[in-house]
């Protein structure tokens, strides 16, 4: 028994490489990837907002990026803002108790989708969430969660200082 291959090579790269381009056959795969995750009464509470480097929607994005993930951010082919569905509309009814875990099922989906396809991912909070909620006019019960640079790794690309240890997580029973 082995930990899957994807698994085991997924990382997050600090640096991505600034040729490479993502069609939009991979994006739609990345996304397809997404919607086939599981969700708490298949309730599916995510939207996911996706901009190619360059496009209009790139630019309405790039403003927002904080100082630490600017750099490799915008060298990124794809951003992708991801959104949980916290509240029915004009109620204050939780959508679903499980919008937040649902979302990162869903994104776990599709930055392993990703990997399996050569890309990689860097899941960040890194942005100015007021102002980026206010640029994409996300209504009141929808929350930007997370945002995703995904492309292709450059060559010198590094993991963060301690990434690669697992030590904190914790299983019971210990034995
Ligand atoms: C919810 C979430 C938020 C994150 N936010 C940031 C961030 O703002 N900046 C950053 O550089 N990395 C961020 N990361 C990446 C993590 O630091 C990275 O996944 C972790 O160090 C493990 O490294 P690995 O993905 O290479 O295994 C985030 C990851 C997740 C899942």
Redesign the pocket.
């Known amino acids: 028994m082995e930990l899957l291959p994807v698994l085991q090579q ?5 640096e991505f490489d600034m040729q490479h381009e993502i069609s939009a056959g991979e994006v739609d795969l990345l996304l397809e990837a997404a919607r086939w995750a599981p969700s708490a009464g298949n309730s599916q509470p995510w939207a996911f907002h996706a901009a190619r480097r360059g496009d209009a929607r790139w630019h309405q994005l790039t403003p927002h990026l ?1 100082g ?2 600017r750099p ?1 951010a915008m060298q990124a082919s794809l951003l992708v803002v991801n959104l949980s569905h916290l509240y029915v509309a004009d109620t204050d009814w939780k959508y679903s108790e499980f919008a937040a875990y649902d979302l ?1 099922q869903a ?1 776990a989906h599709m930055t392993i989708q990703a990997h399996s396809m050569g890309l990689a ?7 100015d969430k007021e102002a980026l909620t206010a640029t994409l006019e996300v209504p009141d019960h929808w929350e930007i ?2 945002m995703t640079a995904v492309g292709q790794a450059a060559p010198t690309a590094q ?2 200082p ?3 240890s ?1 030590d904190n997580t914790i299983v019971w029973p210990r034995d």
Do not use: K, M
């Open positions: 997924r990382w997050s790269p600090n904080a630490s993930s490799w990162g994104v991912c860097r899941q960040f909070r890194g942005f969660t997370t993991r963060s301690g990434a690669s697992r």
